[in-house]
T-cell receptor
């Protein structure tokens, strides 16, 4: 059973547009929700993270929206740039430094 | 601080051979994690250490897999009698206990022929 479901699998956005990736989770014990960015041949790198006591977190062009009652969260990338082209993983963890459960990833391509 | 390092970066082996990978975490990090990532999938948790103690192992970690962190610094992951299904990227991450962020290394890509 997949604990973190991510969609879409792939996404193409025009430069300057908004990229939106959605995730849903099952386990209500999760209390830490990071997003990771991965470029080909590299390990994942933390992009932004949120805890369920807030509904939104913004860092630069990246925003996480969190809906605790629906058990859903999403990543918005504003003013998307070609350099944002990468694979994005939503994830969840149960404790402050527990193992991370990843979604299957979204391959984002920003058209120049 | 050069981040998490992993060696080798690539490994090609024949089915049935044993392989060993090494991970060097960020120096002051006391937690070390191993994940496996197959093509088109997200990383999947294998095991983690706090200092030298192995605290949790996933069901994915069959008895052909063994991980060690003998002095609480670097870690090794050994796969015995490799199978073609072991072909994947093996990722190591480290963190400081009490902090959420896990920092990933570049991974070791294993191909079993």
């Amino acid at each position: 059973q997949q604990q973190v479901k991510q969609s879409p699998q792939s996404l193409i956005v025009q430069k300057g547009g908004i990229s939106i990736i959605n995730c849903a989770y099952e386990n209500t014990a999760f209390d830490y929700f990071p997003w990771y960015q991965q470029f080909p041949g590299k390990g994942p790198a933390l992009l932004i993270a949120i805890r369920p006591d807030v509904s939104e977190k913004k860092e630069g062009r990246f925003t996480i929206s969190f809906n605790k009652s629906a058990k859903q969260f999403s990543l918005h990338i504003m003013d998307s740039q070609p350099g944002d082209s990468a694979t994005y993983f939503c994830a969840a963890a149960g404790n402050r430094d527990d193992k991370i459960i990843f979604g299957k990833g979204t391959r984002l391509h920003i058209l120049p | 601080d050069t981040g998490v390092s992993q060696n080798p970066r690539h490994k090609i082996t024949k089915r049935g051979q044993n392989v060993t990978f090494r991970c060097d975490p960020i120096s002051e990090h006391n937690r070390l994690y191993w994940y496996r990532q197959t093509l088109g999938q997200g990383p999947e948790f294998l095991t983690y250490f706090q200092n030298e103690a192995q605290l949790e192992k996933s069901r994915l970690l069959s008895d052909r897999f063994s991980a060690e962190r003998p002095k609480g610094s670097f870690s090794t992951l050994e796969i015995q009698r490799t199978e073609q299904g072991d072909s994947a990227m093996y990722l190591c991450a480290s963190s400081l206990r009490g902090q959420e962020t896990q920092y990933f290394g570049p991974g070791t890509r294993l191909l079993v022929l």
